[in-house]
């Protein structure tokens, strides 16, 4: 066969030639702008060759510091397409943390949004490396700004070469993106993807059995492209010519639920804190939502009456995926197999709430001290992956030792199998609860409570415990009709016939919201912290 390789700037080139009429439909501080991919190809071009007129070379970084939208899509492929590496920064972490980032990566240049300029302002002096900063902004004029030397995105494009040649003559096996996880502890850890990486995860969103990304689709990447390529959904739909639309700046629920109305959305992507965001919208307001064929949900457990609520009160069919910064991030995907689909609606229910089934191209093991566990579905043990999109190690960094080893990414998530092979996610290995000896998942315990009609988001945390290390305490946040409505002892009383009585919460505490990770994931870090003495002695 053609040893061809597998490159990024060839799925826009794929767009440009047969789906040059084809829609990205986005939103910016200004308002919903809608471009071709011709148009997008052609602007991907100009700036492509803007890079190499700033002294971009081959391998160096090129940083971004922004929203969903069309001006990001077209660096996703100009950076890769003259053979620089993509580097997407997560707009919501700690500036010291943004300035550790920016300086280990080593960027050149760095693309910022016009309202996040204040965030990058503020830590400009610390960051050493980059030669440029290019604003993008829908202004004629650059807006005020403290950082120095400052390009205008548009300008730069209009003095570009629309018929820039993406590099071919680049090893598939290079670098073309970057993203830092946001470790709970240290410093972010970097994750490199080369070209022969994204390209085959690309093929794997649109498999029948995976997400099934497909021309026909109208998709939405509700999750950031600062987070894993925002699921590597604008690579594989530029790629498959699929219609985009990116929600841009400090969307709410209530933006998502028009967008998807507005434009028929089909295929929509985000993490769970999301969707219970859009289900409580849903619930108030009246939107038609018929156009979607699937909510793909991931980078935390999909409550289990979270999915139940989609599909029959609305008639939203649900897609729980798992994956992470290190596996490009699509590594399992929960569908039901062909032969369960006559199970009753609970039992289906329950498969399609697990994390579901390796996506092919990968493989899998989980491992506990005594060796590889029994599908039984009751074992436990820590997952570990490989295959052509998990990465190989962190990028100059002493802890890949720890998570790569003998050929295995060790994920830290710890896994149950059953015979079909479906995994479930019991919990992190840092968020599961050691009481008394024995193991309790947090996860089982938040989807009972999520079931809840009241419960609006819960999230599960260790506290420390005398007698027995550590007891679960479970924080709540009542969906707004029933506040003050609702007791603790009734949300006990709810849980209570579902678990075995140890594992039931020694509190219930009320909060007005839950801390967020950057990426929108319950902090329970911080909930540790704000209940490391909330001291439940029975
Ligand atoms: P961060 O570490 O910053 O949260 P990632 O998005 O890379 O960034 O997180 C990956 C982790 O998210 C996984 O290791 C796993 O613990 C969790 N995760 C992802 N998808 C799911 C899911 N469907 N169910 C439960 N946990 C998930």
């Known amino acids: 066969m053609m040893n061809v390789p597998l490159t990024v700037g060839s799925l826009l080139e794929r767009a440009e030639k047969f789906f040059p009429k084809k829609q990205v439909i986005s939103r910016t501080l200004s308002g919903v702008q809608r471009f071709s991919y011709k148009e997008i190809g052609q602007r ?15 391998g160096d970084r090129v940083g971004t510091f922004a929203w969903n939208h069309h001006r990001h899509l077209e660096i996703y492929f100009a950076a890769p397409g003259m053979g620089a590496v993509l580097h997407t920064i997560n707009i919501r972490l700690a500036s010291e943390h943004v300035t550790y980032i920016v300086n280990h990566a080593e960027d050149k240049v760095l693309f910022v949004d016009e309202d996040l300029l204040p965030l990058l302002e503020r830590v400009k002096d610390s960051l050493s490396s980059i030669k440029a900063f ?7 004029e650059l807006p005020e ?47 490199v993807y080369s070209h022969r990486g994204i390209v085959l995860h690309s093929y794997a969103m649109g498999m029948v059995d995976t997400t099934a990304l497909s021309e026909s689709d109208v998709c939405l990447p509700v999750v950031p492209m600062f987070h894993a390529n925002a699921w590597g959904m604008p690579f594989a739909a530029t790629w498959f010519g699929t219609t985009q639309v990116l929600p841009g700046p400090q969307f709410t629920p209530k933006l998502i639920a028009e967008l998807i109305e507005q434009e028929k959305v089909t295929l929509t992507a985000g993490v769970p804190t999301i969707w219970l965001g859009l289900l409580n919208e849903l619930e108030n307001g009246s939107y038609d939502t018929s156009s979607l064929r699937a909510i793909v949900c991931g980078g935390s457990a999909a409550p289990r009456g979270m999915i139940k609520a989609f599909e029959t009160k609305y008639k939203i069919p ?33 498969i399609r709430s697990k ?93 009972a409570l999520m079931a809840h009609e009241a419960v609006f988001e ?19 946040v009542l969906k707004a009709p029933y506040k003050d409505k609702v007791d603790k002892q009734e949300i006990m009383d709810f849980i209570a016939p579902q678990f075995a009585k140890w594992w039931l919460p020694d509190d219930i505490i009320f909060m007005e919201e839950i801390p967020k990770t950057s990426v929108g994931k319950f902090l329970k870090r ?13």
């Open 134 to 140: 290019i604003i993008m902004t829908d202004k004629d």
């Open 318 to 350: 649900f897609l729980h995926a798992y994956g992470m910064t290190e596996t490009t991030p699509l590594a399992t995907v929960s569908r039901l197999k062909s032969y369960q689909t006559s199970l009753n609606e609970e039992d289906m229910l329950d």
């Open 526 to 538: 911080a909930l540790r912290d704000q209940l490391k003495d909330h001291l439940v002695q029975n």
């Open 145 to 191: 700004t403290s950082l120095t030397p400052a390009y205008s995105y548009e300008q730069l494009l209009s003095e570009g070469d629309p018929e820039f040649e993406f590099v071919k003559d680049i090893d598939e096996n290079a670098p073309a993106g970057m993203c830092y996880t946001s470790a709970t502890t240290g410093n972010p850890k970097g994750v």
């Open 44 to 58: 991907t071009r100009r700036l492509a060759s803007a890079l190499e007129k700033l002294g971009i070379n081959r």
């Open 458 to 476: 819960a999230s599960v945390v260790a506290v420390p415990h005398a007698q027995w290390q550590e007891r679960p305490i479970a924080c709540v």
């Open 355 to 447: 994390q579901g089934l390796l996506v092919p191209g990968l493989e899998m093991k989980v491992v506990s001290a005594e060796g590889e566990i029994k599908w039984d579905g009751n074992e436990m043990g820590e997952l570990l992956l490989r295959g052509p999109w998990i990465a190989d190690e962190y990028y100059n960094d002493e802890r890949s030792k720890d998570a790569f080893r003998d050929g295995w990414l060790y994920t830290g998530d710890v896994a149950t199998v059953d015979e079909e092979g479906v995994i479930k996610l019991v919990d992190r290995t840092k968020d599961l609860i050691k009481s008394g000896g024995e193991w309790i998942s947090s996860v089982d315990l938040e989807n």
